[in-house]
């Protein structure tokens, strides 16, 4: 795969997380009291290219081509809309930090998911 496609599979994945509902949460109500979660999102990626020679088709040496990308995202605060009127709260404490330790755990997941993922192709071959 060339390297320009690596980059855009990569930010093609980052677009589908990075959305309005990834800084702005889905709208819960619950008794007469709506939530929206207020988060802070970031992401990075990068990409490198490779270089090879063979004399016989499939039999050479060489390096590879690669790319990664990585999504942060982290609950700030949540607006309340009540009966008294609307609000913004700040995310202190035993929430914020579950969440993100959840949101921390994400890329190691994924990691491993892909890892296997690439030994079931290697199986196959």
Excluded: N, W, Y
Aim: no cysteine; net charge neutral; glycine share 16%.
């Amino acid at each position: 795969m060339e390297v320009e496609k690596l980059v855009k599979a990569t930010v093609d994945e980052i677009q589908k997380v990075l959305s309005s509902t990834s800084v702005m949460g889905e709208p819960k109500t619950i008794e007469g009291v709506t939530l929206i979660p207020l988060m802070s999102t970031g992401f990075m990626f990068g990409a490198g290219g490779g270089t090879g020679k063979a004399d016989t088709p499939g039999k050479g040496e060489g390096e590879g081509e690669g790319a990664a990308g990585g999504v942060g995202i982290k609950p700030v605060a949540m607006v309340i809309i009540d009966k008294s009127g609307v609000r913004v709260e700040a995310m202190k404490g035993g929430l914020a930090s579950a969440v993100e330790k959840i949101a921390e755990k994400a890329p190691e997941v994924v990691g491993q998911m892909m890892a296997k993922k690439r030994e079931q192709k290697e199986e196959k071959k």
